[in-house]
């Protein structure tokens, strides 16, 4: 397993910003598209924004124009840039990729709808 981390989250006050991370915790040679979910207490797991491996981006309406997706192709990383945070926006934030390529013992592998382990943000007044 090549499990996601996560880095970036906490707490910020009503307009504030911040920048979460996503990297491998292991080498790999290849992703997919990457995504960010976030889940609030009670609710569903719901898409934030996803880049596929064009870099075409997708938002949902509750954060576009707000947050942006990147992902850099040389590291293997993804990040979430969050703008104008607002109280609704305070969730477990999730890591998502739909492929991750790596070698193993002389193979290459492909894992599938990987998850990382969540990074809480929290938006206050």
């Known amino acids: 397993q090549v499990p996601l981390v996560e880095s970036g989250g906490g707490l910020v006050q009503i307009g504030g910003s911040l920048v979460l991370s996503c990297a491998p915790s292991?080498?790999?040679?290849?992703?997919?598209?990457w995504a960010w979910y976030r889940q609030a207490p009670g609710d569903q797991r719901e898409l934030v924004a996803s880049?596929?491996?064009?870099?075409?981006?997708k938002y949902s309406d509750s954060v576009k124009g707000r947050f942006t997706i990147s992902r850099d192709n040389v590291r293997k990383e993804m990040f979430l840039q969050m703008n104008d945070l607002k109280p609704e926006d305070t969730a477990v934030y999730y890591c998502?990729?739909?492929?991750?390529?790596?070698?193993?013992?002389?193979?290459?592998?492909?894992?599938?709808?990987?998850w990382g382990q969540g990074t809480q943000v929290t938006v206050s007044s």
């Open positions: 998502y990729a739909d492929t991750l390529e790596f070698y193993s013992s002389g193979q290459s592998l492909r894992l599938h709808d990987q």
């Open positions: 292991g080498s790999i040679f290849g992703v997919g598209t």
């Open positions: 880049i596929g491996t064009d870099s075409i981006t």
